[in-house]
Structures are given as C-alpha cells and as structure tokens.
T-cell receptor, first 111, second 116 residues
Framework: KQEVTQIPAALSVPEGENLVLNCSFT??????LQWFRQDPGKGLTSLLL?????REQTSGRLNASLDKSSGRSTLYIAASQPGDSATYLC??????????FGTGTRLQVTL | SAVISQKPSRDICQRGTSLTIQCQVD?????MFWYRQQPGQSLTLIAT?????????ESGFVIDKFPISRPNLTFSTLTVSNMSPEDSSIYLC?????????????FGPGTRLLVL
C-alpha cells in the first residue's frame, strides 16, 4: 500500500526567505507526482505535475523535483510571500488514476 | 481543464440522518472520484464513480455507508448514510481528464459536513 509522508508538518518563515518542502513515498510505481495548494475553506489548486520520467518542473517561483528511485520529491519556493501561506499537499498517481495524498505541510509566511 | 461545482457547500446534520452531495462537471469525463478529508487530516480516496456501473470502493469504505450514483459523464452524487459525528469532514469530488497522466486532476470546492 502506497504511503506518502511530508516533512515538515508545519513551517513558519519570514517574507522573502527561500524554502523547501519535502515529500516521500514508499512505492516507486507511480505515473506522476503532483503538488497542490489548499487554502482554508477552499478546494485544491494544482501547482505542478511531474511525470514519472521527468526530474523537475518549474512554474514561476516554484520548482519541484522528483527522484522516483528513492521515492522523494521536493518543492522549492523562492522569495516567499505572505500570499504563499497555505497547506501544501503532494500526491502520487497510481493505477486507475488514483491519487494518494501526503500528510501536508502547513506554511505560514510572516511579514 | 474542467470546472467542478458541488452542492451543498456546507451543511450541519443530525446523527442518524443522510446527506446527498452533488458534483457537476462542465465537460464529459470518464473518471470521477470522491475523497474525504477529516479534520486536520489529508485527503483519502473513498471510491471511483463509474458511469453505468457500480462504484469501486477503497478499503475501509462500503456501499451501504457511501452509496454513489453516476448517471452520466458530467454528474455524480455521494450519499453519507446514517451519519455519526465521525463523518464530519470535507467531501471533495475530482475528475481525471484522461490525458494519460499528463494533466492534473481537477477538484471541486468541497462540501463541509458537520454532524451533531
């Protein structure tokens, strides 16, 4: 059974700092890995999707890497802003398009 | 992309009652899913809603408790039956656009359920 873990569970940083969120998964037989953002009271917003054959994806200040063989992914956020405050979830896609979500990292960016 | 709406957005229910949640997509999709997010927890897949056949449930979830309908390619319902306070969660539907894992799944805004 696939298990996805995220470290740290919570993180508070001052505005402008660069930060890294970590995600690990136990079964490397995945089709892709996705990073989502969840704001309180709202649904999920997709940030980045990395195919299993890819090593990284970039979107603006966000960069996600994938090491499938070791079961790890990182989300790098550059020059953090208060608007980045949210819960970040990673999820891996297995057979039949089923997503297994990680435990989440709650990020707070302070002024 | 796909735009998903859910009804109701939130509800407060008494234990022992049932609630049906609706999920509407703005385009035809093959695969629809229902997830549960318990307070302070991550998302857990309940079932895959199959059009024209019974839903496929994940371990720990049963049809009697979470009956699902999928009458067509744009609509699905999830019923939470005989509710208890432990059913208080956010319920989300999602769709897979079916582009061979190259595109993200899209999620509805969720239904916040509180059972008293």
């Amino acid at each position: 059974k696939q298990e996805v873990t995220q470290i740290p569970a919570a993180l508070s940083v001052p505005e402008g700092e660069n930060l890294v969120l970590n995600c690990s998964f136990t079964d490397s037989a995945i089709y892709n890995l996705q990073w989502f953002r969840q704001d309180p009271g709202k649904g999920l917003t997709s940030l980045l999707l990395i195919q299993s054959s890819q090593r990284e994806q970039t979107s603006g200040r966000l960069n996600a890497s994938l090491d499938k063989s070791s079961g790890r992914s990182t989300l790098y956020i550059a020059a953090s802003q208060p608007g980045d405050s949210a819960t970040y979830l990673c999820a891996v896609t297995g057979t039949a398009s089923k997503l297994t979500f990680g435990t989440g990292t709650r990020l707070q960016v302070t002024l | 992309s796909a735009v998903i709406s859910q009804k109701p957005s939130r509800d407060i229910c008494q234990r022992g009652t049932s609630l049906t949640i609706q999920c509407q997509v703005d385009s035809q999709v093959t695969m629809m899913f229902w997830y549960r997010q318990q307070p302070g927890q991550s998302l857990t897949l309940i079932a895959t809603a199959n059009q024209g056949s019974e839903a496929t449930y994940e371990s720990g979830f049963v049809i009697d408790k979470f009956p699902i309908s999928r009458p067509n390619l744009t609509f699905s319902t999830l019923t939470v039956s005989n509710m208890s306070p432990e059913d208080s969660s956010i319920y989300l539907c999602s769709v897979d656009p079916g582009t061979s894992y190259q595109e993200t799944q899209y999620f509805g805004p969720g239904t916040r359920l509180l059972v008293l």
